[in-house]
């Protein structure tokens, strides 16, 4: 393998995602991936049924997940070891205490006390007049001082919002500036294009509308779905450091439940 898939949500991310673990996981054996990482927002709850598919397929489960912090850029957040898991999982249920059921308040000061980590800095969807958004570098430069050395990457993804080569080309030049590394990452949300139209349908319960009015708040193309290597290898082919990386950050990852 040449690439491997670090960001995905499932539904266990409630309303947002449009597949089941289990076909994440069967649809990335089909892809011939050995091995893909489930990152639900800001929860768990849907590793064991992602441990159990791929443990009858065969691929390696990387456990992680997707911080939505209250006062920074989200996160991936992926345990190493065991050490590295029990302080995620208790940073969960410190989030999950100070809220109301079914949400988690995170902040970064929260994420700086985890360790035997790797984490990924959720890149924008698009430029602010050309430039990286001034929240997004503030952030990053933050996580840079804080996260220890080797431990942090800068995700690019291609949303195809028109400015996809620009703002690949924005992270790069941000992650040789601070002497990060970079990984490419697909955000997906379902395991085929053809669920794009239940996403959608999720997406309206969620907001509380119809897909007649739901205007920008639907995902704008059915480009969120579990790609084949090659075709990762396609789209990122003028950073080949950042598919690289997805093979260094799942070597590094060795916890198991």
């Given at each position: 393998m040449k690439y491997v898939e670090l960001q995905v949500t499932t539904n266990y991310t409630f309303l947002v995602g449009g597949s089941h673990p289990g076909e994440i996981i069967t649809e990335a054996a089909k892809l011939g991936y050995s091995a893909i990482a489930i990152t639900d927002r800001n929860t768990l709850a849907g590793m064991v049924r992602a441990y159990a598919a791929a443990k009858q397929t065969g691929i390696k489960l990387i456990i992680g997940c997707r911080l939505d912090l209250t006062d920074g850029v989200s996160l991936l957040v992926y345990p190493k070891n065991l050490e590295g898991y029990g302080d995620l999982c208790a940073l969960l249920t410190t989030g999950n205490r100070r809220t109301e059921k079914g949400k988690c308040l995170l902040r970064k000061e929260d994420v700086y006390g985890l360790k035997a980590c790797k984490f990924i800095v959720v890149p924008p969807s698009t430029l602010e007049e050309r430039a990286l958004p001034e929240h997004?570098?503030?952030?990053?430069?933050?996580?840079?001082?804080?996260?220890?050395?080797?431990?942090?990457?800068?995700?690019?993804?291609?949303?195809?919002?028109g400015d996809d080569t620009q703002l690949l080309y924005r992270i790069n030049e941000l992650?040789?500036?601070?002497?990060?590394?970079?990984?490419?990452?697909?955000?997906?949300?379902?395991?085929?294009?053809?669920?794009?139209?239940?996403?959608?349908?999720?997406?309206?319960?969620?907001?509380k509308c119809t897909i007649q009015n739901a205007g920008f708040r639907l995902l704008p193309n059915a480009e969120r779905h579990l790609k084949a290597e090659k075709e990762m290898e396609r789209l990122f082919r003028q950073y080949p450091k950042a598919l690289q990386s997805t093979i260094d950050i799942a070597a590094a990852c060795q916890f198991s439940l």
């Open positions: 997004y570098r503030k952030c990053v430069l933050e996580y840079a001082e804080r996260f220890s050395a080797g431990s942090m990457y800068l995700a690019m993804s291609r949303y195809y919002l992650a040789d500036e601070i002497g990060c590394p970079i990984v490419a990452v697909n955000d997906v949300h379902y395991h085929s294009a053809e669920r794009r139209q239940l996403q959608d349908v999720l997406t309206c319960i969620r907001e």
